[in-house]
């Protein structure tokens, strides 16, 4: 099934002299209404009129995640508030989080993407759909919501949290299909077992998953355990939020909404172009937004395109699974955490050293993170009241910044792992289960 038919299955070459048009459109709005964009386009001597084929986009500046913050909070903005009707922020923060905003022709084509990819992996109008993503800034809910209530779907807006109320209402509802990260729905589908609730009771049938890497064993997990059939969507804030691609339902990559969004994959480190099926960080333009455009914007997440028409029918550019983030930021239970933020309270402790370690691990079907620091003097490890002191006060600092829980490990001097070249931070034990 089809959301916009004949926009899906277009020729490459349909795709393609869509992409340009909007190519020159989009280089020009943002050269015309963004002071920032400006100034760039101008150093790097681009022009929309200098924009003769997809790959000229090359000679665009990237954006990065920096240059959103440095304009904090609407300096990326390129419509006056007045036409702005929505803003959305990013849930990772170094301090000040990533603001964007949406005009209303924005959040219809927000709503139509994220149709296009419910319909996709399989939703109807005859579907009672559980929303359990966080409502407020992160993208996830609302994206989700308008989106399927554009399809004719039946919404209950439950939000995160308070599971066992939403395992009562997914039976007592007849929930069909649940949008979560895959790692809460696991966790749900737990807490619905614990009271005495099978999947035989549930009407239970489709995932619509995303916002953090699902593998697909974990994806099996999930549908063992919940009995439903999984997609996974992938977004994020900067972009739109969801709608950016997804899977449909033969599951063979997240379909790209080429006709939005100008993708390329380029090698991290040196920006260079890499070709198809090669992984790579991508990086996209957004091809229509009004209130918020981004020109070559750096998402840090690696994967591979392939430009191969679908068996479904869809022809637009597909992306594999997520590999990774090419910088270090963390995603637990569904929060961003950047390495900076733990240094930041670590570095500020009496006592403590500058030598730690981030390790995170999947326990039951929730991701952990015990942080390691070493201290500078073992002799603390015999004073129990002050190092229970220290290991309290670091945790709810911690507590505080990240918004989740951790676990503080106080280690003796020098028993952490050193490194000649950039220290290893991060131990991250979740794939090897
Ligand atoms: O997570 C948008 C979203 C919401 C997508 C709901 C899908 C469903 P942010 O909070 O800005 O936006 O986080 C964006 O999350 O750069 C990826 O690193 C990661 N991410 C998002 N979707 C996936 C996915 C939303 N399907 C960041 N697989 C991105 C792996 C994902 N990582």
Not at 77 to 89: E, L, T
Not at 182 to 210: C, K
Not at 268 to 279: C, K, S, Y
Not at 318 to 339: A, H, Q, T, W
Request: hydrophobic share 35%; glycine share 10%.
């Amino acid at each position: 099934m089809f959301f916009q038919k004949e926009i899906e299955t277009m020729s490459r070459g349909e795709i393609e002299a869509i992409q340009l048009e909007r190519l020159k459109w989009v280089v020009d709005y943002c050269d015309r209404n963004v002071e920032f964009y400006h100034k760039r386009l101008q150093k790097a001597g681009v022009t929309a009129d200098k924009i003769k084929s997809l790959k000229d986009v090359r000679h665009i500046p990237v954006t990065t995640k920096e240059d959103i913050r440095d304009t904090y909070p609407f300096g990326l903005f390129a419509q006056p508030m007045k036409n702005i009707v929505r803003v959305h922020a990013s849930s990772g923060t170094t301090g000040k989080p990533t603001v964007v905003g949406y005009t209303k022709k924005d959040l219809d084509t927000w709503s139509d993407l994220v149709a296009r990819l419910c319909v996709a992996a399989g939703a109807s109008d005859e579907d009672i759909v559980q929303i359990s993503f966080g409502y407020g800034l992160f993208t996830g809910a609302l994206g989700l919501h308008y989106g399927l209530e554009k399809i004719g779907a039946t919404v209950v807006p439950c939000s995160s949290g308070n599971t066992e109320k939403q395992v009562m209402l997914m039976k007592d509802f007849g929930t069909t299909a649940l949008v979560s990260t895959p790692s809460y729905a696991l966790h749900m589908s737990e807490v619905a077992h614990e009271h005495g609730i099978t999947n035989d009771q549930l009407q239970l049938r489709l995932g619509l998953f995303g916002s953090e890497g699902c593998t697909p064993e974990m994806r099996d997990q999930i549908e063992k355990s919940f009995g439903v059939f999984a997609t996974d969507n992938y977004g994020m804030s900067e972009l739109m939020g969801p709608g950016v691609s997804g899977e449909c339902e033969l599951r063979c990559g997240m379909h790209i909404a080429e006709d939005h969004f100008l993708p390329e994959i380029v090698n991290p480190d040196t920006l260079e172009a890499m070709g198809e099926g090669e992984t790579g960080e991508l990086i996209i333009t957004t091809l229509t937004k009004e209130g918020f455009p981004m020109l070559r914007y750096r998402t840090k997440d690696l994967t591979t395109i392939t430009y191969e028409p679908c068996a479904c029918g869809r022809t637009h550019a597909r992306m594999e699974k997520i590999k990774g983030r090419s910088d270090d930021m963390l995603k637990i239970r569904g929060v961003n955490v950047f390495p900076t933020q733990i240094e930041s309270v670590l570095m500020s402790q009496p006592h403590i050293g500058g030598h730690y370690e981030l390790v995170i691990r999947r326990e039951g079907y929730r991701d952990t993170l015990e942080v390691r620091v070493e201290l500078i003097n073992g002799d603390l490890l015999e004073h129990y009241g002050e190092l229970e002191a220290l290991r309290n006060s670091i945790h709810a600092q911690l507590k505080t910044v990240l918004g989740i829980e951790s676990k503080v490990t106080l280690c003796e001097p020098k028993t952490l792992e050193r490194y000649q070249g950039k220290a290893k931070r991060i131990i991250d034990l979740r794939e090897q289960k």
